[in-house]
């Protein structure tokens, strides 16, 4: 007769490794990152293509078990899509729905004694632990042992430069236009503010401007006061990013901006329909404007605390950089990461554009 065990509901949670949070006796605690990814490698690799709306159907009942409640549909898919942007997933249509297949498993080494494992492939000997609540990634010490473990069932090396791919701002660019820098992304808007955009008055209300002050406190279009979003009449002559308030307070459009004189204009930013990308523009276009006024965007090591701090918005080809070493913390554009000198290393190397200090 097979044995049967009586798990308590935080016995349960444990086993599934949705416990790893910080202070497990509050009551709006989440399942940790770390055991949602285990379950949708899972579902994945058991179906090979899965809807949001099965990975629910699947997972939310394990929520229940392990007494978490809250929007668990919300919570899956903010976890779904981190492994999406960090190539453990695709994410795809599935008959008019969202949802995601598996990519080919392989793993990356950042430095001698750090590597990460991508893909929803499920080792035979090795078992992995998170060093953090916010981890949903496998990362490992890539010993003989666990390479040849991952050798076993089919998991090869792929370099870090192979995985970052080509700069994420190109895809901005048509690529018979020949742009080879990011400086040449912001000549090629600049030239499209100038022949395309709208006046603009220095005295309006509703466009607020980025002043050139990297490193300083950024702040909110919402909550403006001692913060670098300022209003047009208060900047020097020049080129900025900004943003047009639109249907509600929660609504910008992003902007380029410039203020010369009596010919100031402004520029909607617009790509492919695609709020988010729009956005992912403007923050490629604020970097580029540091670099040509020889005030690079800031990133900030503590090597004590193992965190960095992003001092303006990051593009989403940082974030994914980030996604790889490190978890965000509660704090806006806050990361811990696994290692701040590897980290400051390949940001530096990879996105020369920025300063980390």
């Known amino acids: 007769m097979n044995n049967i065990r009586i798990f308590t509901r935080n016995e349960f949670s444990d086993s599934l490794g949705f416990s790893d949070r910080s202070e497990p006796a509050v009551e709006s605690a989440v399942p940790s990152p770390w055991g949602v990814a285990r379950l949708i490698r899972r579902e994945v690799r058991r179906k090979a293509i899965v809807t949001r709306r099965e990975l629910g159907c699947v997972i939310e009942p394990f929520f229940s078990a392990a007494s978490f409640d809250g929007d668990t549909g919300r919570i899956i898919q903010k976890v779904a899509d981190r492994m999406v942007e960090v190539g453990e997933l695709a994410d795809l249509k599935v008959e008019n729905q969202r949802g995601y297949s598996a990519m080919p498993s392989r793993w990356i080494k950042?430095?001698?004694?750090?590597?990460?494992?991508?893909?929803?492939?499920?080792?035979?000997?090795?078992?992995?632990?998170?060093?953090?609540?916010?981890?949903?990634?496998?990362?490992?010490?890539?010993?003989?042992?666990?390479?040849?473990?991952?050798?076993?069932?089919?998991?090869?090396?792929?370099?870090?430069?192979?995985?970052?791919?080509?700069?994420?701002?190109?895809?901005?660019?048509?690529?018979?236009?020949?742009?080879?820098?990011?400086?040449?992304?912001?000549?090629?808007?600049?030239?499209?503010?100038?022949?395309?955009?709208?006046?603009?008055?220095?005295?309006?209300?509703?466009?607020?401007?980025?002043?050139?002050?990297?490193?300083?406190f950024f702040g909110s279009k919402l909550k403006p006061k001692n913060s670098r979003w300022v209003s047009c009449n208060q900047l020097d002559e020049g080129i900025y990013v900004g943003a047009q308030l639109g249907q509600n307070e929660n609504h910008w459009i992003p902007l380029l901006i410039r203020i010369q004189n009596d010919a100031c204009r402004s520029l909607e930013l617009h790509f492919r329909n695609d709020a988010t990308a729009n956005i992912d523009l403007r923050n490629w276009l604020l970097i580029a404007l540091g670099v040509r006024n020889q005030q690079k965007e800031v990133i900030i090591l503590d090597h004590e605390a193992s965190k960095l701090q992003c001092t303006f918005p990051i593009p989403l080809g940082i974030q994914k950089i980030l996604y790889l070493i490190g978890e965000p913390t509660e704090k806006w554009q806050q990361y811990v990461v696994v290692n701040t000198v590897l980290t400051g290393s390949l940001l530096s190397r990879c996105i020369p554009e920025i300063r980390v200090q």
Request: overall charge negative.
């Open 110 to 216: 950042l430095q001698e004694n750090i590597a990460v494992l991508l893909g929803t492939t499920a080792t035979e000997t090795h078992r992995f632990s998170p060093f953090h609540t916010n981890q949903f990634l496998r990362r490992f010490h890539p010993s003989d042992k666990i390479i040849a473990d991952l050798s076993r069932i089919g998991v090869s090396e792929q370099s870090f430069e192979d995985w970052l791919g080509k700069p994420e701002w190109k895809q901005f660019v048509n690529p018979s236009q020949e742009i080879v820098s990011l400086e040449g992304l912001l000549d090629l808007y600049i030239n499209r503010l100038d022949t395309e955009g709208s006046p603009l008055s220095l005295n309006t209300t509703n466009i607020l401007a980025v002043d050139h002050r990297p490193g300083d």
